[in-house]
């Protein structure tokens, strides 16, 4: 190749990158620049310009990517202040995807997977490239809120907020602790739902299913029940107050914490139901709840500032 | 070893924080040379006469940037028998210019105060 048809290679690889209604413009005064470029080095090398001087002038003008992109104005799908927040919901998330497939795997009986790597195979389809969604549907999130940012820069604008405030303010609190009350009177009699539902003439199957056992009730349900009660009382003083003190949200974190333990006996220990489905569905519940306390206390905790010097 | 290592890494980061520097300047040094009309390499070699090089890949696609978003005006036209682009400041070209020149030169002042303060 000669001086010429290195320069046009790059122009060429550079152009075709560009939008199409400006592309033969700016290849056409590339060139031109490009040309008078080469010639004022070879004047000033004192010998005619061959591929090698070519080659070395055009590295540095970058890769014809980079050359193309410079031509454009940047374009950010994630903005920059939220790109290691992107990061950690996308890590958190695939990671919680992998291992919820990967314990989906392990429940199954051993010879259904078709062996070791017949169920690695199974898990990587099903869980590890199935989990793409996820962060996929966060560059379209993201996307979507740094594209709004840009179009109207004023329109999020932050506003100071107290920590000890009541999330959702006093209104919500009313409705969480009717929420509560609510919810401790279907625990306390769980066939209300069917005598309200069918007016006392639902299946005897459907009874027994809602009927706890009698394990249960002799000590942990009493157990349970003055925990949860103990909430009211704590939200009631938190409303009254205002606002969540010191000693009230330690209060909170101790009762949760209690809680959670509580929930985790029940789960590991003897049936809560009468039935081994209702008392399944129940156990994957209450299992639910407690891990999501625990993550929520995770992050408060991972979340909580303590400014002090190191 | 050590010092080597440290000598490495402040070079880095005056590499780049240099190139930071140079980035807020680029535009305000291009827009300075085209109150008369210029095209892309007697305006690089303009810039590069009075001290202030840049690169001929930044350059170049500045130009076109420039001229998108409303602040040049371009023509072609052939002398010496080579088609040239020229890019010369429109109007909104000048205002910005005029706004850019008062912004610098109060910084350019402020930094020096600062600078020169003896610590």
């Known amino acids: 190749m000669n001086a010429n048809e290195v320069i046009e290679s790059y122009i060429n690889d550079v152009a075709v990158l560009l939008p199409r209604k400006q592309r033969n413009d700016v290849a056409f005064e590339l060139r031109a620049l490009l040309g008078?470029?080469?010639?004022?080095?070879?004047?000033?090398?004192?010998?005619?310009?061959?591929?090698?001087?070519?080659?070395?002038?055009?590295?540095?003008?970058?890769?014809?990517?980079?050359?193309?992109?410079?031509?454009?104005?940047?374009?950010?799908?994630?903005?920059?202040?939220?790109?290691?927040?992107?990061?950690?919901?996308a890590s958190i998330g695939m990671a919680l995807i992998w291992a919820a497939g990967l314990l989906e795997l392990l429940q199954r009986p051993a010879d259904a997977a078709g062996g070791l790597l017949g169920a690695l195979a199974q898990w990587w389809t099903g869980a590890v490239v199935a989990s793409l969604w996820w962060p996929g549907l966060l560059v379209v999130g993201y996307g979507l809120a740094c594209w709004i940012r840009q179009r109207r820069p004023q329109a999020p604008e932050w506003v100071p907020r107290k920590s000890d405030r009541i999330y959702g303010g006093r209104v919500a609190l009313v409705m969480a602790i009717f929420g509560m009350a609510a919810g401790i009177f279907l625990l306390v009699h769980p066939h209300w739902i069917l005598d309200?539902?069918?007016?006392?003439?639902?299946?005897?199957?459907?009874?027994?299913?809602?009927?706890?056992?009698?394990?249960?009730?002799?000590?942990?349900?009493?157990?349970?029940?003055?925990?949860?009660?103990?909430n009211i009382p704590l939200f009631v003083a938190v409303l009254l107050k205002g606002h969540w003190s010191t000693g009230l949200r330690g209060l909170q974190i101790g009762l949760s914490v209690i809680m959670c333990a509580m929930l985790a006996w029940i789960v590991f220990d003897g049936p809560v139901m009468m039935t081994a489905r209702s008392d399944q569905t129940a156990k994957s519940l209450v299992m639910l709840i407690v891990v999501i306390t625990l993550v929520d206390m995770g992050i408060k905790l991972y979340r909580r500032v303590s400014p002090a010097p190191r | 070893m050590h010092s080597m290592v440290c000598h490495m890494v402040n070079t880095d980061i005056f590499a780049k924080l240099e190139l930071e520097l140079r980035r807020g300047v680029v535009v305000l040094a291009a827009l300075s040379q085209l109150r008369t009309p210029r095209y892309g390499?007697?305006?690089?070699?303009?810039?590069?006469?009075?001290?202030?090089?840049?690169?001929?890949?930044?350059?170049?696609?500045?130009?076109?940037?420039?001229?998108?978003?409303?602040l040049l005006k371009s023509e072609w036209k052939v002398e010496d028998g080579s088609p040239r682009r020229y890019y010369a400041l429109n109007a909104d070209g000048r205002k910005l210019l005029k706004k850019l020149t008062e912004s610098w030169q109060g910084m350019n002042e402020a930094v020096s105060r600062l600078t020169n303060e003896e610590g």
């Open chain 1, 36 to 89: 008078e470029e080469l010639q004022g080095r070879a004047e000033a090398a004192g010998r005619a310009a061959d591929a090698p001087m070519a080659l070395e002038l055009l590295q540095g003008f970058g890769r014809p990517r980079d050359m193309a992109a410079r031509y454009r104005s940047p374009l950010t799908i994630i903005d920059p202040a939220d790109g290691r927040s992107f990061l950690r919901a």
């Open chain 2, 41 to 70: 390499y007697e305006l690089r070699q303009s810039l590069a006469d009075k001290g202030m090089p840049i690169e001929e890949g930044t350059l170049y696609p500045l130009l076109r940037r420039l001229e998108t978003q409303g």
């Open chain 1, 196 to 230: 309200t539902a069918f007016g006392g003439r639902a299946a005897p199957a459907a009874y027994q299913a809602l009927t706890y056992t009698d394990g249960f009730l002799r000590f942990q349900a009493p157990c349970l029940l003055l925990l949860l009660l103990l």
